[in-house]
Every structure is written in C-alpha cells, then in structure tokens.
C-alpha cells in the first residue's frame, strides 16, 4: 500500500485504560499531522510534527503524547481513555512545502466503553 | 491567527442544481494556499481542490474554485449536482513556511444531493 497507514483500524478500550495509534507516513513524508473526528463533526487539529520535531500542538489531551521516529512513523499514545475520547483519529502526511496538500489514513475508529 | 470559515453546516440540493459551498479565510501571509476536500461516508478525507495564483480558476471531477486574494476566498461550485457529490467539504488553509504544512480546515460542509 503505498498510501497512509493507520493501525489499528478499530479498537474498543475500556475507560481509564491505555492505546497506541500507529501512521506510517507516504514514503518520503516527513510532515504528519494528527485529527480527531467526532460524530461527523468538524476535523479537529491535536498535533503535527515535522521531521521529528513536535511543530505545533492543538486540541491533544495532556493525557496524549505523539511521537514521530527516524523512519518518520508517527505513534499516538494514549492513556486514562475516557468516553469522549470516542473518536475517529485521521493522520495525514505531506511534502515539505506551504503548498503541499495532504494524504489522509483510513482512520482508527476508536470506542472508550 | 490564521483560520478558515464556511458559513454553511449543512446543504441539501436537488440533482441538477448548481453548487456553491462558501470559504473565506484570514491569514498573515501575501501567498497563501488554500484548498477543498471532500470526505465521503466511510472514507478518509482527499484532496479535491488546490488553490493556483490568485484570480486563477482551478477545476477537478467539475467542481472549480477561483482564489480571490481581495476577498480572501475560495468558494467551490459545481454547475450541476450529483446525487454522488453528498459529502462532507472542507475547506483549508496551509499556513506554515519551512516547518511543513499545517492545514487549517474550516468546520466543514456537508452537502446532500436528493432526486
């Protein structure tokens, strides 16, 4: 696939406990950004990073933290699950520049029971 | 700080009607980058739209967009709907320089197209 990946693609927790959302960017991508989308709602912007340098930060819980490593994999890691966090969770990758449109994942639907 | 606004939530059309979905948007930058994408139930986000030089039509699947730098907008209008064009439009603004893109969408518009 030489798309977005995003695992898992489903993922039920219960509340209180712990995921990890893994992207594995466009070969050559070293700009990933995370959203977080509720209900058809809005897509709401949590963090991005740029060749491994956290760059701006948004709605991201404190309860979450993101990492970009070397290969510029993205993983999400996220504790003290509570229902709201009910979500599907987008990331998206691009080139470097201003200019550069996004390709989005598939999506990890999570479910906080 | 930069942002996107589209002032539609929600439009329902009858096939055959034309389309127009707003977007305005505020930035500190002369050159900005602006474009539509569309998310489909079940699917993820993709790219429809990007913005070219300013006062410059861009067009894709029949959908079009014209940057308008004196107005800060870049609507998106199809001359006749689709029953398949029901979706979700976002419209977004890139507003990072030599830190990687970060992509402001606006809150999205979804569009129902009905017999």
């Known amino acids: 696939d030489s798309g977005v990946v995003q695992s898992p693609r489903h993922i039920i927790k219960e509340k209180g406990g712990r995921s990890v959302l893994t992207c594995i960017p466009i070969?050559?991508?070293?700009?990933v950004v995370w959203y977080q989308q509720t209900l058809g709602k809005e897509l709401k912007f949590l963090i991005q990073?740029?060749?491994?340098?956290?760059?701006d930060k948004g709605f991201l819980p404190s309860r979450f933290s993101v990492q970009q490593f070397d290969d510029y994999h993205s993983e999400m890691n996220m504790s003290a699950l509570e229902l709201e966090d009910s979500a599907m969770y987008f990331c998206?990758?691009?080139?470097?520049?201003?200019?550069?449109?996004?390709?989005f994942g598939s999506g990890t639907r999570l479910l906080v029971i | 700080g930069d942002s996107v606004t589209q002032t539609e939530g929600l439009v329902t059309l009858t096939e055959g009607l034309p389309v127009m979905l707003n977007c305005t948007y505020q930035?500190?930058?002369?050159?900005?980058?602006l474009f539509w994408y569309v998310h489909y139930l079940n699917e993820s986000p993709r790219l429809l739209l990007k913005?070219?030089?300013?006062?410059k039509r861009t067009e894709h699947q029949g959908f079009h967009a014209t940057l308008h730098k004196s107005s800060s907008s870049f609507h998106l209008q199809k001359s006749s709907a689709q029953l398949s064009d029901s979706a979700l439009y976002y419209c977004?603004?890139?507003?990072?320089?030599?830190?990687?893109?970060?992509?402001?969408f606006g809150k999205g518009a979804k569009l129902t197209v009905s017999p």
């Open positions: 998206a990758s691009s080139l470097r520049g201003a200019c550069s449109d996004y390709t």
């Open positions: 070969s050559g991508h070293s700009n």
């Open positions: 990073h740029y060749e491994k340098v956290e760059r």
């Open positions: 930035t500190i930058y002369s050159n900005p980058f």
């Open positions: 913005s070219s030089t300013d006062n």
């Open positions: 977004a603004l890139s507003d990072r320089r030599g830190t990687g893109s970060k992509l402001s």
